[in-house]
């Protein structure tokens, strides 16, 4: 163990540039030092994690049929596991309406994931569209009536 640890350190000594000869593209302005004065010059985002919630109760079974690139079996995992087109990223989907998402590489493209997902199962009326309450900025669902945040009416039904 201490061995791999000294290589580890070596390789970081030996790839690490002085101060003042910053290359990477993203660049401590600070370098900071490590034990042993190891300055750590760059970094590269290689994975991002992320999660979020749609808020909402899924048939994973309904789920897995109506979305391409996706797995499901229940035996080995409880959730659907998605693997978009054109692109590393798996996305995990929960019966609570939980959503995990790795390998992705950039903010953007964990946001372009999650929307290109609510909209998939949006379109194979899994879940009801959302919208945004023109109070308090709140999501809800497109089909209430009134705003659980703020109390706001959104729509006036049989009036
Ligand atoms: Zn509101």
Sequence with gaps: MGGILLVIFMVLYL?????GEITTKNQYTHAPTF????????????????????????????????????????????????????????????????????NTRSLQEVESLFKKLTKKLEESGLITPRMTC?????????EDVVCIECGYMLQDRGV
Excluded at 15 to 19: D, F, H
Excluded at 50 to 65: F, M, P, Q, Y
Excluded at 76 to 88: A, E, K, L, Q
């Design 35 to 102: 034990p042993g004065g190891i300055y750590l010059t760059g970094y590269q985002i290689e994975n991002i994690m992320a999660s979020s919630n749609i808020n909402t109760r899924l048939n994973l079974v309904d789920v897995a049929r109506k979305l391409d690139d996706s797995d499901y079996n229940p035996d080995n995992f409880p959730g659907v596991i998605w693997h978009p087109r054109n692109s590393y990223a798996v996305v995990v989907i929960m019966d609570d309406g939980k959503l995990m998402c790795t």
């Design 15 to 19: 790839s690490g540039s002085p101060a």
């Design 134 to 142: 023109p109070n308090c900025n709140a999501v809800v669902d497109s």
